[in-house]
């Protein structure tokens, strides 16, 4: 493998030294992808409404929840081609790139079709203030239709980060904010297209992306043997993508899905606790990007040990990753605690509106100084290939802690959206203790 090709091997060397290196295009990119709808959001805020904050808040909440799915199954993608590349099986790399690429794009058509038609069915069961349902419609139906360009990103981002590549798709996305602000500035300050204008400009943003992703990738070279005959179903590598892929997109959704509820919950409480809650999940989309970016570095690392037989060096990347990413997460927590409304004036300058999202912010928080553990461990088992414990946890997590806790939170007498944010650290300790179960589990099944 050239030196000059910006892949690692995490299999031999400095595990924390790797670790980072792998972890911080990772994160930049997270950040970037984050910033669509934040860009967005902020855009709207400074030349729209209440309303249009309010719809373009819960709609990008549910795009991020379809990117989310999506990138969780082709979570499968990346352990599988990590796991052939640590086994030194450049060719069985290919047949998996190839069968994600005909997968995704059967799933990406199939997505399309029922978004756009059920864009007025999603909106009515997300509960949007009526000041904002047309809006919201209008937002989720332009987005919909660049499904297949947000499969297109995520699958060639996959196969990167499968083979240690984390610095190609941080340019891509980097390619896409620029471009995404650019549309913002246009359609929305500009030509006033008000939450139609922010919707064609992350659409826009993405096309350009992937379009420059091609483009790169065609003149470069990956530690994988691919053509584009490898363009078709191999039954085996299917099953191993799926199997490792849907118990962690089903995790996923479950976990979206349940955020998507407690925005149901909170747009039931009034305009304004919709839109305080709309600003403080575009921070929190921040706020948890290291944890995201310390999980995806986990599950590449343990993937590419575990295919080269080194379990012990996989523990320890794990250990080093959540010992890293708690340090880290001790700083974000003080900024979401005490910083909570000079950073949600950043969206907007509605005072209401800010006082809202700063109280949410105020009861997530903690989650900061928890998540990193969680995610860890979910990158460990990712790695493994062992996902059926990951999806458990996400739906017992999702529907047995955040949810009920969510509901009962919200009707309390004189609640505030800051108590309904103690939900996300009080299911978080679940996982945790979860985890830690199946870790004792796992090592009395391996002593006997």
Same mark, same amino acid.
């Given at each position: 493998?050239?030196?000059?090709?910006?892949?690692?091997?995490?299999?031999?060397?400095?595990?924390?030294?790797?670790?980072?290196?792998?972890?911080?295009?990772?994160?930049?990119?997270?950040?970037?992808?984050?910033?669509?709808?934040? @860009?967005?959001?902020?855009?709207?805020?400074?030349?729209?409404?209440?309303?249009? !904050?309010? $719809? +373009?808040?819960?709609?990008?909440?549910?795009?991020?929840?379809?990117?989310?799915?999506?990138?969780?199954?082709?979570?499968?993608?990346?352990?599988?081609?990590?796991?052939?590349?640590?086994?030194?099986?450049?060719?069985?790399?290919?047949?998996?790139?190839?069968?994600?690429?005909?997968?995704?794009?059967?799933?990406? *058509?199939?997505?399309?079709?029922?978004?756009?038609?059920? $864009?007025?069915?999603?909106?009515?069961?997300?509960?949007?203030?009526?000041?904002?349902?047309?809006?919201?419609?209008?937002?989720?139906?332009?987005?919909?239709?660049? !499904?297949? *360009?947000?499969?297109?990103?995520?699958?060639?981002?996959?196969?990167?980060?499968?083979?240690?590549?984390?610095?190609?798709?941080?340019?891509?996305?980097?390619?896409?904010?620029?471009?995404?602000?650019?549309?913002?500035?246009?359609?929305?300050?500009?030509?006033?297209?008000?939450?139609?204008?922010?919707?064609?400009?992350?659409?826009?943003?993405?096309?350009?992306?992937?379009?420059?992703?091609?483009?790169?990738?065609?003149?470069?070279?990956?530690?994988?043997?691919?053509?584009?005959?490898?363009?078709? !179903?191999?039954?085996?590598?299917?099953?191993?993508?799926?199997?490792?892929?849907?118990?962690?997109?089903?995790?996923?959704? #479950?976990?979206? !899905?349940?955020?998507?509820?407690?925005?149901?919950?909170?747009?039931?409480?009034?305009?304004?606790?919709?839109?305080?809650?709309?600003?403080?999940?575009?921070?929190?989309?921040?706020?948890?990007?290291?944890?995201?970016?310390?999980?995806?570095?986990?599950?590449?690392? +343990?993937?590419?040990?575990?295919?080269?037989?080194?379990?012990?060096?996989?523990?320890?990347?794990?250990?080093?990753?959540?010992?890293?990413?708690?340090?880290?997460?001790?700083?974000?927590?003080?900024?979401?605690?005490?910083?909570?409304?000079?950073?949600?004036?950043?969206?907007?300058?509605?005072?209401?509106?800010?006082?809202?999202?700063?109280?949410?912010?105020?009861?997530?928080?903690?989650?900061?100084?928890?998540?990193?553990?969680?995610?860890?461990?979910?990158?460990?088992?990712?790695?493994?290939?062992?996902?059926?414990?990951?999806?458990?946890?996400?739906?017992?997590?999702?529907?047995?802690?955040?949810?009920?806790?969510? @509901?009962?939170?919200?009707?309390?007498?004189?609640?505030?959206?800051? #108590?309904?944010?103690?939900?996300?650290?009080?299911?978080?300790?679940?996982?945790?203790?979860?985890?830690?179960?199946?870790? @004792?589990?796992?090592?009395?099944?391996?002593?006997?």
């Amino acid at each position: 493998m050239a030196a000059d090709k910006k892949e690692i091997s995490f299999v031999e060397g400095s595990i924390f030294g790797f670790l980072i290196r792998f972890a911080i295009p990772v994160l930049g990119a997270l950040i970037l992808q984050a910033a669509y709808g934040a @860009v967005d959001l902020l855009v709207v805020g400074q030349f729209g409404d209440a309303s249009s !904050i309010s $719809a +373009v808040g819960t709609g990008s909440s549910f795009m991020q929840m379809v990117t989310f799915v999506i990138t969780s199954l082709a979570m499968g993608s990346t352990v599988m081609i990590g796991q052939h590349i640590g086994e030194g099986k450049p060719r069985q790399a290919g047949k998996t790139v190839g069968t994600s690429i005909v997968l995704f794009a059967v799933i990406g *058509i199939a997505m399309t079709v029922l978004l756009e038609l059920g $864009a007025g069915s999603i909106v009515q069961i997300l509960k949007v203030p009526e000041e904002s349902v047309d809006k919201a419609i209008l937002y989720l139906r332009i987005c919909s239709g660049g !499904i297949l *360009i947000i499969i297109a990103y995520n699958v060639i981002s996959s196969v990167l980060r499968g083979v240690g590549n984390a610095n190609l798709p941080l340019l891509f996305v980097g390619i896409a904010c620029v471009v995404n602000i650019a549309g913002d500035l246009l359609f929305v300050a500009v030509l006033r297209m008000d939450v139609a204008g922010a919707a064609l400009a992350t659409v826009l943003a993405q096309l350009v992306s992937v379009i420059a992703s091609i483009f790169v990738l065609r003149k470069g070279q990956l530690p994988i043997e691919f053509s584009l005959s490898d363009c078709r !179903i191999y039954g085996d590598e299917l099953k191993k993508i799926l199997n490792i892929g849907i118990p962690i997109a089903i995790q996923e959704t #479950m976990v979206q !899905i349940s955020f998507l509820v407690i925005n149901s919950i909170i747009n039931g409480m009034g305009l304004m606790p919709s839109a305080g809650y709309g600003v403080a999940q575009k921070l929190v989309s921040f706020i948890m990007l290291v944890p995201s970016a310390v999980m995806q570095s986990v599950s590449a690392f +343990v993937a590419q040990n575990i295919g080269a037989g080194k379990k012990e060096r996989a523990r320890r990347g794990y250990l080093t990753a959540m010992i890293t990413g708690c340090s880290v997460g001790v700083l974000i927590f003080l900024a979401g605690f005490f910083g909570g409304g000079l950073m949600s004036s950043i969206f907007t300058n509605d005072p209401d509106v800010i006082a809202q999202s700063a109280a949410y912010l105020k009861g997530f928080s903690g989650d900061c100084l928890l998540t990193c553990v969680l995610f860890s461990s979910i990158g460990y088992f990712n790695g493994c290939g062992k996902s059926i414990p990951v999806m458990l946890q996400g739906i017992t997590a999702a529907f047995c802690v955040r949810i009920p806790v969510s @509901v009962l939170m919200s009707r309390l007498p004189n609640t505030s959206l800051m #108590m309904v944010g103690f939900a996300a650290p009080i299911s978080t300790i679940y996982g945790i203790i979860f985890f830690i179960i199946c870790f @004792v589990w796992m090592g009395k099944k391996k002593a006997k």
